[in-house]
């Protein structure tokens, strides 16, 4: 699941939540330093939604990561803000509760691969819903 490459739907992040308490999003797509969700992002937000709709009781930590090029506040405020958008999405776009959805952004400080390489980068940018 590189870069995007992968859309996981509603049955994955279902799975994923449940085994292991959180799931990463590759299917939600920024422009670099920014965090506007490009209209690429919509088949991985149908499967957030339709996960959150199948499963009314459920809530979730959003958690944006990015990689670690620039400044640690920069990014820190960048995946914030990642995140709320992903929020705000699924508010706005798809009705669902804001009470259910908390974004927080976490910068560069939890990769899962190394920096040093566009492949290793690639997979630090992400999302991650977290079970609350």
Do not use: C, W
């Not at 085994?19 to 149908?46: C, M, N, P, R």
């Not at 939604?49 to 920069?74: C, I, N």
């Amino acid at each position: 699941m590189l870069g995007g490459q992968v859309t996981v739907d509603a049955a994955a992040l279902k799975k994923g939540l449940q085994s292991d308490g959180k799931i990463a999003l590759y299917g939600i797509y920024f422009d670099t330093a920014k965090a506007v969700l490009k209209a690429e992002s919509k088949a991985q937000l149908d499967e957030i939604a339709k996960l959150l709709r199948q499963q009314p009781a459920l809530k979730v930590y959003l958690v944006g990561h990015t990689d670690s090029e620039g400044g640690l506040d920069a990014n820190l405020a960048l995946s914030q803000q990642r995140a709320q958008a992903v929020a705000d999405a699924l508010i706005r776009q798809y009705q669902i509760d804001g009470k259910r959805l908390l974004a927080r952004g976490v910068a560069n400080l939890a990769p899962v691969a190394s920096n040093d390489a566009d492949a290793g980068r690639a997979r630090n940018r992400r999302v991650e819903l977290v079970v609350q």
